[in-house]
């Protein structure tokens, strides 16, 4: 009976061994993904360039075939990439940057120092975000795996100017380099392995599609994937991408099957695509942001009784209910530039106090005398909504505006005349932490946004020049701070990204979609 | 008739240098400024006078216009500022691959649909005046010329497509690849383009025969007792052409105007898209080599037209 009993036991036992086993390896296979597949992704946009020095847009698919030295991490920290490690000397006027020894280029040659120092010769000369280097005076080679950059003040987040992917320095080869110089990398240069990434380029036909192949002799970091930084791992066999630019088609695609993931789903139909069993739906965890700036340069906003007064007829939860169902948008009056979510609710509270009757007060008490105040916007669906609340909340307190919309050319053209508009709508992606990057436009002469103030300058300097990380987040706060006091610009919350996705895509998060990418590079299809 | 021809011819490149003027000035003419695509939000004057100088648009109109054209003289029209500077020709020919088979298969549905229901129209129209097949063919007419490309195409893909299955929502597969799957790809967005046309055609094909068939020598051929379907088809329906010709010719060109909404809404890689997401980016070669192009089709369209009106009515000479 006994002799039973054990064997009854131990088979139980065995079976629950193995059935453990069988669970818990299936986890690791779910959490770690399987290879092969293809996905097809659409999105509203054409890819027009690969060229990382100049193109902003669709960075995540760029950054499939093209790289830069370090990437932020989830906790916004720059991470090794292509370098993997960095020191600066004491007076942080020399930076010392190591490169991944045994990465290739996909056409087979070597990546070395020659090409990054060739690749920043370019960057430097026609990048679009190049100023933000203005403080590099010179770069070297010192060996293949080592370059120096030699700065003519201290700079303290030279790793964090590397780690944004869009407008920032990609690695390409060095002969490529030299082939197009300052002008446009062409068309046949993109699709003859001059990338490292973990997809090659096989096939693009702008505007209609393109298509990525895994990498088999990638090299890249080793560590957790979070944000742009870390692993890249390319389980994909293929991944197409397919611009579908109207919403109620990229939509139908996705239902009838045709592609596997949609982004952006517009929030009307949110619901729709949740009613079918086979679509699910992923909501970002950062929006894009929705802001209205005031021209304090030229015009009725030079007063800055004015700009008060329109910061308190604001009602950022009112605006953006018209964008659609609550998990559509958030209310977050942070600056544009951070993504430290410890200021998002607090700042709500400290800086948006609406008050209608202090806004009324405080137009009769300003200069404004019954002038024309010109909005101009770029005329979309979400931003008509939002604009069309700020109009009415502004014309409540007494100020003569007329809305001006435009396509997006037009728009992005005016806002560079100050003489054109008092206030422009405008939108975009959340920027990490580069309160250092964005503020030091700021400072730039002839910048039309900038207004310049000693003390932001000061504060400013501190976060260009401390390596301690309190340190850094202080003098952040107090730059937010005085960017309010200074209420140029108007800062009414996060539109969420929606994406929709065939239920056998895996692998993809709610952060994963943060500042307007994709992150393809972990994604696997079951 | 060659004396026409060439006259035509002359008029054509005549008419070409036009569009290349219209086209260039009204770029010009229209804000937003293709060097700010290049750089970022916060960009300097100083940055944005770099890139307008490496897109050769420092230099004055008339240079810039003289440089283009010279160049579309020599059959350059040029490069694309983005899209890894590919040349336009190669662009443009690349999608018209996909814009015309839509364009020829938009024309033959409108035309197919369009005559059959004019004349079995106007036909039961003459026998009983509220003639019920009559009603509901007028019905079917008025509802395509009432109903929008856009919309009739989203209902395509909503009821057709996602409903039903029957044909893909979006997309293109070149005849290369997969001829069948092409046809199918092209098939409703041709019917989205071709039905609102056709009941503008029917239409026309109606009030024509209606009146073809009160006149005298339809009546004498009947008399003679020649077969009705020969009346209809021989003396009544040859003697619409001219007009249906004229409509069929305005149709096409309205198809091409068509196509730029059509495309966007079956995500077709044509033409029409090719143009209007370069107006967006301010493609200036681009969209002035397209509309070159488009322009130069159109004309020549008009000649055929022209040519082919002899061959329907023997009495129009070309003197």
Redesign the interface.
């Known amino acids: 009976m006994r002799t039973k009993r054990n064997l009854i036991l131990t088979v139980f036992l065995i079976s629950a061994l193995l059935l453990g086993g069988a669970i818990t390896s299936l986890g690791v296979m779910a959490e770690e993904g399987q290879y092969g597949g293809t996905l097809t992704f659409a999105d509203q946009e054409p890819i027009v360039s690969f060229d990382l020095h100049s193109e902003m847009r669709l960075e995540e698919l760029l950054m499939l075939v093209y790289e830069g030295l370090t990437y932020y991490d989830e906790e916004f920290v720059a991470r090794p990439h292509l370098a993997t490690d960095w020191e600066a000397s004491d007076d942080l006027m020399t930076w010392t940057f190591y490169l991944r020894e045994g990465v290739e280029f996909h056409d087979g040659t070597p990546m070395t120092a020659d090409d990054v120092i060739a690749s920043f010769d370019r960057f430097m000369e026609m990048g679009s975000r190049a100023w933000e280097f203005e403080r590099v005076e010179s770069w070297e080679a010192i060996d293949d795996h080592t370059v120096r950059f030699y700065l003519n003040e201290p700079w303290a987040v030279m790793p964090e100017s590397f780690a944004l992917p869009g407008g920032g320095l990609a690695v390409y080869p060095e002969w490529l380099m030299d082939e197009v110089g300052t002008g446009e990398i062409g068309y046949d240069n993109f699709l003859a392995g001059t990338g490292t990434g973990p997809y090659t380029l096989e096939e693009w036909e702008p505007g209609e599609v393109a298509r990525f192949v895994r990498n088999e002799n990638y090299v890249g970091p080793e560590y957790e994937a979070g944000l742009h930084a870390g692993e890249r791992k390319a389980y994909l066999d293929e991944i197409i991408y397919r611009p579908i630019e109207d919403p109620a088609t990229r939509i139908s695609a996705l239902l009838a099957g045709e592609v596997d993931v949609i982004r952006p789903v517009p929030s009307d139909d949110l619901e729709r695509l949740r009613q079918d069993e086979n679509i699910e739906v992923v909501i970002s965890e950062i929006g894009e942001r929705v802001y209205f700036k005031l021209n304090p340069n030229e015009g009725v906003f030079t007063d800055p009784l004015l700009r008060k007064a329109v910061r308190a007829a604001v009602n950022p939860e009112e605006m953006l209910s018209v964008l659609g169902p609550d998990e559509a948008w958030r209310v977050n009056t942070t600056p544009r530039y951070t993504v430290f979510q410890q200021y998002w609710d607090d700042y709500t509270d400290r800086y948006f106090p609406m008050n209608v009757e202090l806004a009324e007060y405080l137009v009769e008490e300003s200069d404004y005398d019954g002038e024309e105040v010109r909005l101009v916007y770029a005329s979309d669906t979400t931003d008509d909504r939002v604009t069309i609340m700020l109009i009415e909340a502004l014309q409540d307190i007494g100020l003569n505006v007329r809305g001006i919309s435009s396509d997006h050319s037009t728009w992005f053209e005016t806002k560079f005349e100050l003489d054109q508009w008092d206030i422009s709508h405008s939108s975009g992606g959340p920027e990490v932490p580069v309160a250092y990057l964005d503020a030091s436009s700021r400072t730039r002469a002839g910048d039309p946004w900038s207004w310049r103030d000693a003390e932001f300058e000061y504060w400013f300097n501190e976060t260009q020049t401390t390596l301690d990380h309190e340190e850094y987040l202080n003098a952040v706060d107090n730059m937010f701070r005085l960017m309010y006091e200074g209420n140029s610009e108007i800062w009414i919350g996060d539109e969420m990204y929606i994406v929709g996705t065939a239920d056998h895509v895996r692998g993809l998060t709610p952060f994963d979609i943060t500042s307007k990418t994709i992150f393809l590079r972990n994604v696997w299809v079951e | 008739v060659y004396s026409y021809i060439i006259r035509r011819v002359l008029t054509g490149i005549l008419t070409f240098l036009l569009v290349g003027i219209i086209a260039f000035t009204l770029m010009r003419l229209?804000?937003?400024?293709p060097a700010?695509?290049?750089?970022?939000?916060?960009?300097?004057?100083?940055?944005?006078e770099?890139?307008r100088e490496?897109l050769g648009l420092d230099r004055t109109p008339v240079e810039q216009f003289g440089i283009w054209f010279s160049g579309v003289l020599r059959g350059d029209l040029g490069q694309?500022?983005?899209?890894?500077?590919?040349p336009v020709t190669t662009?443009f020919f690349?999608r018209a691959l996909v814009s015309i088979p839509l364009i020829l298969l938009g024309t033959f549905f409108s035309v197919i649909l369009a005559i059959p229901i004019g004349v079995i129209s106007a036909l039961k129209r003459k026998i009983k005046k509220n003639s019920i097949v009559d009603k509901v063919l007028t019905f079917f007419v008025l509802f395509g010329i009432s109903m929008p490309d856009f919309w009739f195409g989203?209902l395509l893909?909503?009821f057709i497509?996602?409903g039903l299955?029957w044909f893909?929502?979006?997309?293109?597969v070149r005849p290369t690849e997969n001829i069948i799957e092409a046809f199918r790809h092209l098939a409703l967005p041709a019917i989205a383009l071709g039905y609102p046309r056709a009941a503008l055609i029917a239409r026309m094909v109606r009030s024509r025969m209606l009146e073809v068939l009160s006149l005298d020598y339809i009546r004498t051929a009947r008399s003679k007792g020649i077969r009705e379907m020969s009346v209809i088809i021989k003396h009544a329906l040859k003697n619409t052409m001219i007009e249906v010709l004229s409509t069929i010719q305005i149709t096409i060109v309205s198809i091409i105007g068509g196509i730029v909404v059509i495309e966007?809404?079956?995500?077709l890689?044509g033409f029409g898209?090719?143009i209007v997401?370069s107006i967006?980016?301010?493609d200036y070669p681009v969209i002035q080599g397209s509309l070159l192009i488009v322009g130069m089709g159109i004309v020549i369209l008009s000649l055929l037209t022209d040519i082919l009106y002899g061959v329907f009515d023997p009495r129009i000479k070309y003197d």
């Open positions: 229209t804000p937003g400024d700010h695509f290049f750089v970022s939000e916060r960009a300097t004057e100083a940055q944005i770099q890139v490496r694309s500022m983005y899209m890894g500077n590919r662009l690349r989203l893909i909503f497509s996602v299955g893909p929502a979006q997309g293109y966007t809404v079956f995500n890689p898209r090719l997401d967006g980016r301010r």
